[in-house]
């Protein structure tokens, strides 16, 4: 069963300061999504990877992704309160297909604090 | 604002009725999803559709539940009987086909009592 694991859950940090969420995933495939969500708001895309070493960047959110190792990263530098929301990644259950039945990690729950 | 609509975005019920919910997705954006999410979980995938077609069905969709798609345009998720194992926000999201980016919509909290 493919199983999408992030780390850490929760993540409390001071405005200003950088840091890095992981994705790891239990299948082969080369398409990963991320995603944000606000507190009571719907799913919003952030990144779309579609091969080994895509590296992606929007202000100060960069995601990457190593297929090899199953894992991407979400990279946040010098972070600001607005970036507070909880994160998810997720891969196409079908692998490298584009089916669109994506799996879910937990997500990660983002504090920024001034 | 992805331009995807879901109603009601809420919806309060007793045990065993019956409730439904409806998706406006983008229009062209012939793929839908219908997903589930329960609080501090991702979302899970529960059915799929390519125009009119129904072409997948979760396992975590039991008989009491049942999507439509009529003419490949709006969607409806009903459940029968609710539970309250069933208190979820249900979310829609669209995409088109060659593309990979899914439009997800506001979702419907259910709260089943």
């Known amino acids: 069963e493919l199983k999408v694991e992030q780390n850490p859950l929760f993540l409390s940090m001071q405005e200003g300061k950088n840091y890095t969420i992981y994705c790891n995933y239990s299948?082969?495939?080369?398409?990963l999504y991320w995603y944000r969500q606000d507190p009571g708001k719907s799913l919003e895309s952030l990144f779309v990877?579609?091969?080994?070493?895509a590296v992606k960047q929007e202000g100060r959110l960069m995601a990457s992704l190593d297929t090899k190792a199953r894992l991407s990263t979400l990279h946040i530098t010098a972070a600001v309160h607005d970036l507070s929301a909880t994160y998810f990644c997720?891969?196409?259950?079908?692998?490298?297909?584009?089916?669109?039945?994506?799996?879910f990690g937990q997500g990660t729950t983002l504090q920024v604090k001034p | 604002d992805t331009g995807v609509s879901q109603n009601p975005r809420h919806k309060i019920t007793k045990r065993g009725q019956n409730v439904t919910f409806r998706c406006d997705p983008i229009?062209?954006?012939?793929?839908l999803y219908w997903y589930r999410q329960t609080l501090g979980q991702g979302p899970e995938f529960l059915t799929y559709?390519?125009?009119?077609?129904?072409?997948?069905k979760s396992r975590l969709l039991s008989d009491r539940f049942s999507a439509e798609r009529p003419k490949g345009s709006f969607s409806t998720l009903e459940i029968q009987r609710t539970e309250q194992g069933d208190s979820a926000m249900y979310l829609c999201?669209?995409?088109?086909?060659?593309?990979?980016?899914?439009?997800f919509g506001p979702g419907t909290r259910l709260t089943v009592l």
């Open positions: 229009s062209e954006h012939n793929r």
């Open positions: 990877l579609l091969s080994n070493g």
């Open positions: 997720a891969v196409d259950r079908e692998g490298s297909s584009n089916t669109g039945k994506l799996i």
């Open positions: 299948t082969t495939s080369d398409r």
């Open positions: 559709f390519q125009n009119e077609a129904q072409l997948e």
């Open positions: 999201a669209n995409s088109r086909d060659g593309t990979d980016t899914q439009y």
